[in-house]
């Protein structure tokens, strides 16, 4: 290999590794720390429990375009695999049965709403 | 006379690598820095209510007030506010109702105005019955 074409091929490998590095400090060891946060990057019990005031509210409404409003700004994933999920969460943290149902409520109005019967 | 030279080349020409390949390290960390903290930086799904933005904040607050106005569990939303780690709670949501009532959000601003204002009761009765100890 000539000199010129291997201070190349050592320029680019250490900048790759320098790209490596980079890398794994910004993702892994120091990965950048959001302070304005978001509704939909809340933690499952606390979005879980934003969902529970909403099957509350639903239920005292009986509003499903009002309810919609509240749970849009929850997930980034469709509603209805997002009630499922939570439901499963609540389900698997053993909360009240008339919470689970409020839920389960919901969801089955979501459902209902977003995939109309054929 | 040439080995002097030659000498001189070997050893500027080894310095010279050094640095070059410094460089193109230091270029690499750059880069990658840049792109996990501005291109794609890392977004976890666990974010805390105390960190949400203050638009959000006020979402989950109102959505605390509406359900208390629904339900009247007082415990409960007690608990909820909490999370949001408020310096003074009673004070947000009566900062958070006068707006609403400003921007014409009459149902909502009652809706914190009465969890607030029944937060307040609760402590004032907590307050006496700690300043009151029983004979």
Known sequence: ?????????????????????????????????????SL?????????????????????EGNIDQALTRLEPLGEAPLPEMLEQTIAFAEEHQYES????????????????????? | MTNQSDTREIHTGSKRGSWYLLVALVLGVVLGLIYTWVVDPVVYETALPSTLNEEDKDSYRLMIAQVYAAT??????????????????????GAQAQQFMAE???NDAQALALLASDLQSSQ??????LARPDK
């Open chain 2, 104 to 106: 014409g959000r009459v």
């Open chain 1, 98 to 118: 008339v919470d689970l149902q409020l839920m389960e409520n919901l969801a089955s109005a979501v459902e209902t709403t977003l995939i109309p019967p054929e």
């Open chain 2, 72 to 93: 009247g569990n007082l415990e409960r939303a007690e608990l909820r506010l909490e999370v949001l780690e408020d310096n003074n709670p009673i004070y947000a949501l």
């Open chain 1, 1 to 37: 290999m000539s000199r010129p074409l291997r201070r190349v091929v050592f320029f680019f490998l250490c900048m790759l590794a320098g790209l490596a590095i980079g890398l794994t400090y910004g993702w892994v060891i120091n990965p950048i720390q959001f302070t304005d946060s």
């Open chain 1, 40 to 60: 939909h990057t809340l933690r499952i019990d606390y979005r879980t429990d934003l969902i529970l005031m909403a099957a509350e509210l639903y239920q005292e």
């Open chain 2, 124 to 129: 004032s009765i907590q307050d006496n019955a």
